[in-house]
């Protein structure tokens, strides 16, 4: 998240982030549950570096304001209905570079959590560019801005960093990306179920 970004942000809300010091040094793949249009934003406050997403590419084209800002927060476009290549070699070319790419495995946003299954896609980056796939739990966004809210209301919002996945750990499974993505779900599970008891 840009500085700028990141001082707006902790002034219109209420953020409370757990276990940023997690993240690994160098290049990540953050992967993130996703109930609203606020989740990039929180993700980018909670790992403080630089993060490039994964942005489907419908989002785009329905106000110029709205398509400069997501460019500004470092959107990589994503078709839904084609094969995503070009975004894919942008995202390795990211990862090989050093930065970070965040993706949300559910595809969409959601009303509830589990009611989607996640995609490969976040495993497939961390196992082909051999980076650590690192859960990140978001709670909060869905009472902020969820599915069919049209204006931002402002609620506390809480982010964990769960412990990294590393692709070498899942090479023995007999599905390795399977595997990983079972133990994201483990993983974001167990974090939003420590962030709403708090």
Known sequence: MPPLARLLF???FDFRREGHERIPPGPVVFA?????????????????????YLAVDELYGKTAFFDRLTVWLGAIPMSRTRAPLGALRVALDELASGGSVGLFPEGVRVWTWGEVGPKRGAAWLARRSGTPLVPVAIFGTDDAMGRGQFR???RPLSSFVC?????????????PLASMV?????RIDAGLARLRSR
């Open 10 to 12: 902790g002034v219109a």
């Open 32 to 52: 993130a549950n996703h109930f609203s249009h606020l989740d990039p934003v929180i993700l980018g406050a909670t790992v403080d570096r630089p993060v490039r």
């Open 152 to 154: 931002i209301d402002r």
């Open 163 to 175: 412990e990294p996945i590393h692709p070498a750990d899942h090479e023995d499974a007999e599905d």
């Open 182 to 186: 079972a133990t994201w779900e483990e």
